[in-house]
């Protein structure tokens, strides 16, 4: 059984390269059964289970813990792990860092949603959210479109600074915007990945043609733009179930009359599946990529990772 730390998951995951493998890994048969969720404190922290497989060839489940309290202690809000099992004869194949993991297939994911809906002469990135997934967010997106420009935004400037000094070290020049409704005044595409709870991102703030990623809420409480501009844009999703039920935004707007489930106009299989497809209306239009995360994508990269060792075969 073979281990990748987190340098390892990051050495066998370049965005293109990962970014081509969920492409065309999302047309293949996976079964994905409702992740599980557990509270053991009985507050906000809480343990998901995600399995996913491959009938006869791979099995991988991942535990992620989610404790928002460890934000005022200086530890990582998320955390995971994830093992890879053989099929064949059910032996333990992998443990991988489920947290590299997750962060790069979420920001390939939403990268690769942006590289299909977004404007193909759109010059300015925005991200929002100085967290984890920042950094990851602005390096799978510059793999697919040549910015102009990149935007940082943040509640707090040290980190959104801390985070335009690292993305220099791998050489990508970016800004700290320090104003909201200004960043995404400019903004042709916008990925938000925070953990807000309440929304921050009005409608009148977004510029028509605007692509943007909703990535941050995983929960059927949480928001990050407001449920009433659903009604405004082209609504996407990561996976419709997934986000029918827990996708907060979007939840929220159908909960509240805003939009029927019937308007999410496509899942991230169907994008990729046909991604020459001219998916939004015109270069007018506002689409919204919703994404909650499912175990498809972990698979998908689990099983890169297995295999960029020794260029291995799944069996």
């Excluded at 390939?108 to 759109?122: G, T, Y």
């Excluded at 409704?181 to 903004?187: H, I």
């Excluded at 990925?191 to 409608?203: C, M």
């Amino acid at each position: 059984m073979d281990y990748f730390d987190s340098s390892a998951v990051k050495n066998a995951l370049p965005y293109p390269q990962l970014i081509d493998a969920l492409t065309q890994g999302l047309q293949l048969p996976i079964e994905v059964p409702p992740r599980s969720y557990f509270a053991p404190n009985a507050d906000a922290s809480c343990v998901l289970i995600m399995p996913a497989w491959k009938a006869q060839e791979v099995f991988g489940v991942k535990l992620v813990s989610v404790w928002p309290s460890n934000k005022a202690i200086g530890s990582p809000t998320v955390s995971a792990v994830y093992v890879l099992l053989s099929c064949e004869n059910g032996m333990p194949l992998a443990v991988i860092d489920g947290t590299e993991l997750t962060l790069r297939r979420t920001a390939a994911a939403a990268a690769l949603a942006a590289k299909i809906l977004a404007r193909k002469n759109s010059h300015t990135l925005a991200i929002l959210g100085t967290g984890a997934l920042c950094v990851p967010m602005v390096q799978a997106h510059a793999s697919v479109h040549p910015f102009k420009s990149i935007l940082i935004w943040g509640r707090q400037k040290t980190k959104a600074l801390a985070a335009v000094a690292e993305l220099k070290t791998l050489g990508i020049e970016s800004d700290y915007s320090e104003d909201l409704e200004e960043t995404l005044n400019q903004a042709d595409v916008v990925a938000a990945a925070t953990t807000a709870t309440e929304p921050f991102i009005l409608s009148k703030w977004l510029k028509p043609g605007t692509h943007l990623g909703l990535i941050g809420a995983f929960t059927a409480q949480m928001a990050e733009a407001e449920p009433a501009l659903m009604s405004k844009v082209q609504v996407f999703a990561d996976n419709r179930a997934a986000v029918l039920e827990k996708g907060g935004e979007i939840y929220q707007a159908i909960q509240q009359g805003i939009i029927l489930p019937s308007s999410i106009e496509g899942e991230m299989a169907e994008l990729a599946s046909d991604p020459s497809r001219s998916w939004r209306k015109d270069d007018q239009a506002m689409t919204v990529f919703k994404s909650v995360g499912f175990a498809s994508l972990d698979l998908i990269a689990a099983e890169l990772v297995y295999q960029a060792d020794c260029h291995k075969t799944v069996k």
